[in-house]
């Protein structure tokens, strides 16, 4: 079955600062891979959708770049905010909307 | 504006009791998810359901869990008898694939936390 890892340990940054999330995946790629932030208490919330043969996708601050060779996504957070604190999930699309989550990265960013 | 919601949104329960949540997926939303989050597990798919037929289950214990969508505006997510391992966090998320396009966000439900002693 699919595996996905992500930084287990939380990744603390400066405010201002560019915050990089690793998503790393096992087996097959997926059609689409997620990002979606959750803050505690509450249910996670979509950011980006990558498809397989997009290398790069950007949001506002944001950008998510997919390697099916590497099998590794990178979610970067530039200028990073004390706002932006958060866990940062990301999810594996095999298509029909059935998705499969890694355990979140935590991101504290320090003012 | 538009948004999941689930009841209760706490729930503590005795081992062996029948527990039902529900879910409101958004108006017009065809596909609802029924998840569980834990801190050793993460984020888990149950089931999920396309036109209200069940899709996949496969990561639902069926000997106690069950999940219906008796109509398109309610889910429900039952476990009977429960028991401690199922203390957890269970979100509802609700999406509309659109055809020909890669847009397959979900939408979540602000979850139900359940504490079963």
């Known amino acids: 079955s699919q595996k996905i890892e992500q930084n287990s340990e939380a990744l603390n940054i400066q405010e201002g600062k560019t915050a990089t999330l690793t998503c790393n995946y096992t087996?097959?790629?997926?059609?689409?891979l997620q990002w979606y932030r959750q803050d505690p208490g509450r249910g996670p919330v979509f950011l980006l959708l990558i498809r397989e043969n997009e290398k790069e996708k950007r949001k506002e601050r944001l950008k998510v770049t997919f390697d099916t060779t590497l099998k590794q996504s990178l979610f970067h957070i530039t200028a990073s905010q004390p706002a932006d604190s958060a866990t940062y999930l990301c999810?594996?699309?095999?298509?029909?909307?059935?998705?499969?989550f890694g355990t979140g990265t935590k991101l504290q960013v320090i003012p | 504006d538009a948004r999941v919601t689930q009841t209760p949104r706490h729930k503590v329960t005795e081992m062996g009791q029948e527990v039902t949540m529900r879910c409101q997926p958004i108006l017009g939303h065809n596909t609802v998810f029924w998840y569980r989050q834990t801190m050793m597990q993460g984020l888990e798919l149950l089931a999920y359901f396309r036109n209200r037929a069940p899709l996949d289950d496969s990561g639902m214990p069926k000997d106690r869990f069950s999940a219906e969508m008796p109509d398109a505006t309610l889910a429900t997510l039952k476990i009977q008898p429960s028991e401690p391992r199922d203390s957890a966090v269970y979100f509802c998320?609700?999406?509309?694939?659109?055809?020909?396009?890669?847009?397959?966000?979900?939408?979540f439900g602000p979850g139900t936390r359940l504490t079963v002693l």
């Open positions: 087996n097959y790629s997926p059609a689409y």
């Open positions: 998320a609700s999406g509309s694939p659109r055809s020909g396009a890669a847009y397959n966000e979900q939408f």
């Open positions: 999810a594996l699309d095999i298509g029909y909307q059935k998705v499969t």
